[in-house]
């Protein structure tokens, strides 16, 4: 583990791309789990609208508002003191006009230390990347499967499978870069148009979430990651540990022993002196 590290900062994420490391981005919620990311060796972190679903039980990201955000994103910063915070954006915290994007994304820089935002959208969001740049925070973009779209994108599904779905999408990202974000999310996009968005940009990271090798980096929602999301598991999330079995097992056995007396057991508690509790009986009668 990583007793300490260096922050993690624009130009050392641009020093990777020229090298040919690959990037490493994760979703967390919370302090525990940040510390643990940070100690691990992650680059990067997403506070996630996504902890709607996993963290508060939401059918979808659309519920969760700037607070919510905020307030995890706090949490996680004293976690992970040095790793690159990223802020999402919730829906409709941008989206009406240049001005309450800025607003809403200079909070995340200044109520929660985060390093950069990202929001969700193609070159009709091009001008809110642009007034967040321009105000001096850092951007990333999203694109591919865009989860506060979900509905009208038919559900959580492959995006871009036709040539003309994937020019749109190419040329998104081309416009996200010339509005001036340093990154683009490509999620659930073909392997080959991820490639070709990723050969094509210039001064700009491409990050991919079940698109593929060939982006700069990758992102995996961290619940997905260790089962810790009961409703479903997204084919593009790799179990690295089934956390969320060992867990319940875990509770199931607590369960059964406090209800058989096994637990607490002698080394779960704390004695008093016999001369003591005498004096405590006679103190009380």
């Given amino acids: 583990m990583i007793e300490t590290r260096q922050k993690i900062t624009l130009p050392y994420l641009f020093q990777k791309v020229q090298q040919g490391e690959p990037i490493t981005w994760l979703t967390c919620y919370d302090y525990p789990t940040a510390y643990l990311q940070e100690q691990a060796g992650i680059e990067m972190i ?6 709607g679903m996993t963290m508060l039980g939401y059918e979808s990201t659309l519920p969760v508002k700037m607070d919510d955000m905020i307030r995890h994103a706090c949490a996680v ?4 003191p040095n790793v690159f915070l990223v802020g999402d954006m919730p829906y409709m915290s941008y989206q009406p006009s240049n001005e309450l994007a800025v607003l809403n994304a200079g909070r995340f ?72 974000a340093f990154a683009v999310l490509l999620e659930l996009v073909p392997d080959r148009l991820c490639k070709v968005i990723t050969e094509r940009a210039e001064n700009c990271i491409i990050m991919g979430l079940g698109s593929g090798l060939h982006a700069h980096g990758q992102l995996l929602i961290y619940h997905d990651m260790f089962g810790l999301y009961p409703k479903f598991k997204p084919k593009m999330a790799k179990t690295y540990g089934n956390a969320g079995e060992v867990i319940l097992k875990g509770l199931q056995s607590y ?16 004695g008093m002196q016999d001369e003591e509790f005498d004096g405590l009986k006679k103190m009380l009668g």
Wanted: proline share 4%.
């Fill in 77 to 80: 910063r004293r976690g992970a």
């Fill in 109 to 180: 820089m200044a109520e929660a230390g985060c390093d950069a935002i990202k929001l969700e959208g193609g070159a009709a969001m091009a001008p809110r990347i642009r007034a967040i740049v321009d105000s001096g925070i850092p951007a990333i973009g999203h694109l591919g499967l865009t989860p506060q779209s979900v509905a009208a994108l038919g559900g959580f599904r492959l995006q871009g499978k036709s040539a003309s779905l994937a020019k749109v999408i190419a040329d998104d990202a081309k416009a996200l870069e010339k509005a001036g």
């Fill in 46 to 51: 997403l506070v996630g609208d996504s902890l």
């Fill in 255 to 270: 369960c059964a022993e406090v209800k058989s007396k096994a637990f607490p057991a002698r080394e779960n508690w704390f």
